[in-house]
C-alpha cells in the first residue's frame, strides 16, 4: 500500500514561469492548443496533443520554440500518457497494454498486464532501464513494472483521490492528485520498489483550473504541469515557502518600509529599474519593454526594444542601466544591448557579449546590472543556482569586457553557505554593489572585491518576489514580481535602520 498524503494548509506551489506564453512559433507550426502529455528530456520538453499532434518545445538560452514531430504510429497519437527514452516512445492508452515505439524502424512490441487494470499514466525509471511506474485508474493503484522479465509490483493507493499525472526523476516520484477540485502534488522517494512519502503541496493561485500531467525539473526542483486549455497550458511551479528563512548569515540591519508606489495597470512581470540623473525612473519588463515613469513613478513613455541576435519575446530581458541618450539592457545570457534615442522610439546601436563561464565551463546567467557613471563601470553578480556554485563579483570595463573579477566572501560565522542567495537585482552606490537575493530575502552589501560587509533584511511581506534594486542618496527602492493572475506589485521605498 502507498499513502497519498494530503499537504499541510501552508504547504503550496505557485506560478514560477508561464512556459507556454513564452513559446516561439516557426513558420508552419500550429500553435500548442490541446496538451495531454508533457515529458521533459533535458533541454526538450515532448508534447502530446492526443489526436492532434506530437512536438517538442526546445529550451535554449536563447528562448524556447515549439517543433512538431510527427508519430507514424496511430496508437502512440492517441496515448493517455506518453514518455520518450532515446529513441524509444513508451506509452498507454487506457486499457491493460503497455506500448513501446522503437523510432528508428517503426517497430513497435507490446506488454499486456491483467485483464482488470486501465492504464492511464506512465513515469520512466531512468536509473533502472525498462522499468515503469504504471497507474491503474480501474484498481487506483500504482505499478512497478518490470519490462524485462514482465514481473510487477503492485502499491494499492490509500487516500479518495484521482490521479492525472506521475513523474519520476533522480529517484523522486511525483504525484498529480486531484480531490474536491483541490488540485495537490506528493512527493516520494523511490529507489526501485522502496518508496517514502517526502512532502505535498497544495496547488495555489489557480482556481478553476484542470490539471493533467507532470514533470520534475530536478536541477532548479520546479515542477512542470500541463492543462488541457486552449492557452496558457504548460506552467512552471516553485514552492516559494521554501526561499525564505533565516539564510547562513546573521543580519546587521533592515530595511523599514517608507512609501510604495503603485505601477501602471498596463505594467507586467517587472524584472529591472534604473534612477535617471533627473530623479525620473526607467522599468524594465522581461517582455522586452521599457517604461518611461516620472518622479513619483507615473507612466511618461512606453517602449518595445528589439536585438538583433535575440528574440527577447520570451522573458529573457533582466536589468535596465540608463544614459544621457539612451540606455543598456542586459539578458539573462549575458547580451547586452545599447539602445539609442531616435525619431520614431530607440534603436539597437550595439550589442555585446558577456562571455564568461564558470568553473564547470558553463556560461552564467545574469539577473541584474549596477552602474558607476563617474568611471563608467560596470558591476553584475551572475545569478547563480546552487550552494556549492561559486558567486562571484564581475567589474566590467565600459565596453563590457573584464576587469575584475572576484569571489564573494564573507569573514564572519556562516550557517550554511553564502553560494545559498541568489541574485535577482544590481545596484552600485558610494563604492558599494548591492545585491537583493529573492531567496531568503536579503540585500546583500559588497565591496569592490567581493566581501559581503552587510546582511540588510528585507520582510517578505513587503516585497515577496524581489526583481531589482535601487539605491540612491541612502535610500532603497525595490521591485517585485507577480504571477499572471496577480496584479503588479507596487514599487516600495525603504530607508535603512540599524537592530
Known sequence: MLTLVTPENDATLVEDLPISLYVDYPEGEQKIDGVTSIDLNGSQLNVLQAGKEYGYIKIEPEGQSYHSSPLDYNDANTATDLERQDNLIWFVSADNTLHQLNLDDNSAQSWTLANDKTLTELALDEENPNRVWLYDQANHELVYFNATDETSTEFKL?????????????????????????????????????????????????????????ELEPEEGRVLLSTPDPENNITLVADKNAMLGDGPLEDDTELEPVKQFDLDDTIAQPSGLWSQQDGSWLLLTDQAEVFFLDVDFKLAEHHKIEYDSLNC???????????????????????????????????????????????????????????????????????????????????????????????????????????????????????????????????????????????????????????????????????????????????????????
Open 313 to 499: 519575446s520570451q522573458g529573457c530581458t533582466e536589468a535596465v542601466v540608463g544614459g544621457a541618450d539612451g540606455f543598456y539592457i542586459l539578458a539573462d545570457t549575458g547580451l547586452v544591448g545599447h539602445f539609442n534615442k531616435t525619431d520614431d522610439g530607440y534603436a539597437l546601436s550595439k550589442e555585446f557579449r558577456l562571455d564568461f563561464t564558470d568553473e564547470n565551463n558553463q556560461p552564467y546567467e545574469y539577473s541584474g546590472l549596477g552602474h558607476d557613471s563617474t568611471t563608467g563601470d560596470f558591476f553584475t553578480v551572475p545569478d547563480q543556482l546552487g550552494e556549492d556554485e561559486q558567486d562571484v563579483l564581475f567589474i566590467l570595463n565600459s565596453d563590457f569586457t573584464l576587469k575584475e573579477k572576484h569571489p564573494i566572501r564573507y569573514t564572519g560565522e556562516v550557517d550554511g553557505s553564502i553560494n545559498e542567495f541568489d541574485a535577482q537585482g544590481v545596484s552600485y552606490s558610494d563604492g558599494f554593489v548591492y545585491v537583493v537575493s529573492e531567496k531568503f530575502t536579503k540585500v546583500l552589501k559588497l565591496n569592490l572585491t567581493g566581501e559581503i560587509v552587510e546582511v540588510i533584511e528585507l520582510d517578505s511581506e513587503d516585497v515577496f518576489e524581489p526583481s531589482d534594486i535601487v539605491v540612491r542618496n541612502g535610500q532603497f527602492y525595490i521591485t517585485g514580481d507577480h504571477e499572471n493572475d496577480q496584479p503588479v506589485p507596487p514599487i516600495t521605498q525603504f530607508n535603512i535602520e540599524k537592530e
Open 158 to 214: 490509500v487516500g479518495d483521490h484521482a490521479i492525472t499525472g506521475v513523474a519520476l526523476a533522480e529517484e523522486q516520484l511525483l504525484i498529480l492528485a486531484n480531490s474536491k477540485e483541490e488540485y495537490m502534488v506528493m512527493l516520494y522517494n523511490a529507489q526501485g520498489t522502496e518508496v517514502e512519502h517526502a512532502q505535498s503541496w497544495y496547488l495555489s493561485g489557480f482556481e478553476g483550473k484542470q490539471f493533467n500531467d507532470i
